[in-house]
């Protein structure tokens, strides 16, 4: 073989090379597979003493257990930062940590997939005394506090922002109210945000809103 075409020759199989390379990355990546993420869901995996998650969460992530939040169509992107922020000590919570801790990064995903294509049953407002504050805050913010309307983040009908914000249309009264408690006394540190705008709300005005996001479809 000639220079010319040996040096050309081994220039083809250098750059074959570096294309084989990037694409390997690509190719060994594991997809994210919903249908394990709900086998996970509702059978859990007795072997490594994972219970499912389904006798907390509700069938198909609709909780009725007012402590415990809805999942079902909630932004896949937010589900799974939750469950990677579980594992670290800006959100702790003895389950939820605990359980977290056992899942893989492609568990995380999978489950995360199958709760995001779920649909989330609706709730209702209880205390007809706060609606209409529920329903200012909510849409109008407390300007003298600086608080900004919950609707610039989470939508008008609280269906989120999938990279950032979660659903919290229907969600319980009680689990919003703890979470908003939560943030506002650092006990979730896992979004400043969250934590500034909590810390300037009374806790009349978190339960305030926090039934009338309840109600929210």
């Known amino acids: 073989?000639?220079?010319?075409?040996?040096?050309?020759?081994?220039?083809?199989?250098?750059?074959?090379?570096?294309?084989?390379?990037?694409?390997?990355?690509?190719?060994?990546?594991?997809?994210?597979d919903p249908a394990?993420?709900?086998?996970?869901?509702?059978?859990?995996?007795?072997?490594?003493?994972?219970?499912?998650?389904?006798?907390?969460?509700?069938?198909?992530?609709?909780?009725?257990?007012?402590?415990?939040p809805k999942l079902a169509g909630q932004p896949q992107e937010y589900l799974y930062k939750q469950l990677v922020d579980f594992t670290h000590p800006q959100r702790t919570q003895p389950i939820m940590t605990t359980y977290a801790k056992m899942l893989t990064d492609e568990e995380k995903k999978?489950?995360?997939?199958?709760?995001?294509?779920?649909?989330?049953?609706?709730g209702a407002?209880?205390?007809?005394?706060?609606?209409d504050l529920g329903k200012k805050i909510y849409?109008?913010?407390?300007?003298?506090?600086?608080?900004?309307?919950?609707?610039?983040?989470?939508?008008?009908?609280?269906?989120?922002?999938?990279s950032k914000y979660p659903r919290i249309g229907g969600q319980h009264q009680d689990y919003t109210i703890a979470q908003?408690?939560?943030?506002?006394?650092?006990?979730?540190q896992n979004s400043a945000e969250m934590t500034t705008i909590a810390q300037r709300m009374s806790d009349d005005e978190i339960k305030a809103v926090a039934d009338y996001v309840a109600g929210l479809k």
């Open 180 to 188: 908003l408690g939560s943030f506002k006394g650092h006990g979730r």
């Open 36 to 68: 394990k993420g709900a086998t996970l869901y509702a059978d859990g995996d007795n072997a490594r003493g994972l219970p499912a998650c389904v006798s907390c969460h509700g069938a198909a992530g609709n909780s009725t257990i007012a402590a415990n």
């Open 125 to 131: 407002a209880k205390n007809r005394d706060t609606i």
């Open 1 to 32: 073989m000639n220079r010319p075409l040996s040096s050309m020759f081994i220039a083809m199989m250098v750059l074959a090379g570096a294309a084989g390379a990037a694409d390997a990355p690509h190719a060994s990546a594991a997809k994210v």
């Open 139 to 162: 849409r109008g913010g407390i300007a003298e506090k600086s608080v900004p309307a919950c609707a610039s983040c989470h939508g008008p009908a609280g269906s989120g922002n999938p």
């Open 110 to 122: 999978n489950i995360a997939a199958y709760l995001a294509a779920q649909v989330s049953k609706p």
